[in-house]
């Protein structure tokens, strides 16, 4: 998620990769990031600490804790940073309290399209983040696609909607292409029209402002194809399939940020 934030935000022009530095305890990855954007590398997360103001946090839920130690220990004044973390579950309050109560936070969940400046993204304030943060945490996100703010209590449901919901969209799309291979399409043929049929659907959704039942509506000609295959999908519980998907990541997001780490 980190290569997919920072790619896309220097590929849109929001940042320069003269003003970003990376470290993964992988140095491989630091590496391929160098190498391919132009982007510095740190040595060690204290090199990190002490030469960047803002830190995007995109270790694992699980690593959040072992990397917040390790820069409690830097001496660093915590108001000086701003931590961006993307960390499912993760709390605000859990953060603050890793590195002293009055570090300026925010919590933010993006999702990988960011890579190709179709993201969406929601995040929370700290209480001590200044406007600032928010303006710049903003127009990050914005540079690579929408972004909303939304109260804490609501970043679980966002990380089981927008942040998980590019993989239940993939297998949408390859699920559809399976069906026109099974009704006779070549493979290729088939993953090229799932896709645009898909991107087609969202813009019309996004574009037009109409409701999606609507449109729904206006596909389905009277005793015609599609109220045929819309009645197929009720009878194997698509929609119900697609709800259980959201609050199952959603719950996983919520048991992450209670599991100890
Ligand atoms: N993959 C996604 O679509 C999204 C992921 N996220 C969040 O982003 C975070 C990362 O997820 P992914 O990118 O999928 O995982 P990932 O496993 O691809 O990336 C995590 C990176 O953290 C590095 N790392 C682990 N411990 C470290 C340490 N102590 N110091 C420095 N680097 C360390 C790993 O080497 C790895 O490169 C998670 O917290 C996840 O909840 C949020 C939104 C979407
Ligand atoms: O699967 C995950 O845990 C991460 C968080 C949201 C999307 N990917």
């Known amino acids: 998620m ?11 022009g929001n940042l320069s990769a003269n003003d970003v530095v990376a470290y993964d305890i992988e140095t491989s990855a630091v590496e ?17 600490v002490t030469t960047c103001d803002t830190i995007l946090l995109c270790t694992k839920p ?22 961006i973390s993307v960390a499912a579950g993760v709390t605000i309050s859990s953060i603050e309290n890793f590195i002293f109560n ?12 960011a890579l190709v400046g179709k993201g969406a993204a929601a995040f929370t304030p700290g209480s001590n983040a200044t406007q600032e943060d928010v303006q710049f945490v903003s127009s990050l996100f914005a540079s690579v696609g929408k972004v909303v703010e939304v109260p804490e209590k609501l ?14 969209v993939y297998i949408m799309i390859e699920a559809l292409a399976d069906g026109g291979v099974a009704s006779g399409l070549t493979r290729e043929k088939a993953l090229e029209l799932a896709t645009q049929t898909v991107l087609g659907a969202a813009t019309m959704v996004a574009e037009t402002g109409l409701h999606p ?9 009277p ?35 209670q599991s100890k780490d």
């Open 102 to 113: 009055h570090a300026r936070v925010i919590r933010a969940m993006p999702n990988t399209p």
């Open 32 to 48: 391929k990031l160098a190498n391919e954007h132009g982007v510095s590398g740190a040595a060690s997360l204290r090199e990190l």
């Open 62 to 83: 699980g690593d959040v804790g072992e990397v917040l130690r390790e820069i409690a220990t830097f001496g660093t004044d915590p108001n000086r940073i701003l931590l």
């Open 155 to 168: 970043m679980d449901a966002v990380t089981g909607l927008s942040g998980s919901g590019p993989g239940f």
């Open 2 to 12: 980190g290569r997919a934030l920072v790619i896309g935000a220097i590929e849109a």
């Open 213 to 221: 039942a609507l449109l729904k509506d206006m596909v389905c000609s």
């Open 223 to 257: 005793g015609g194809t599609t109220i045929a295959g819309i009645a197929a999908l009720e009878e194997h519980g698509f929609r119900h399939a697609a709800i259980q998907a959201v609050e199952a990541a959603t719950k996983r997001s919520i048991a992450l940020g």
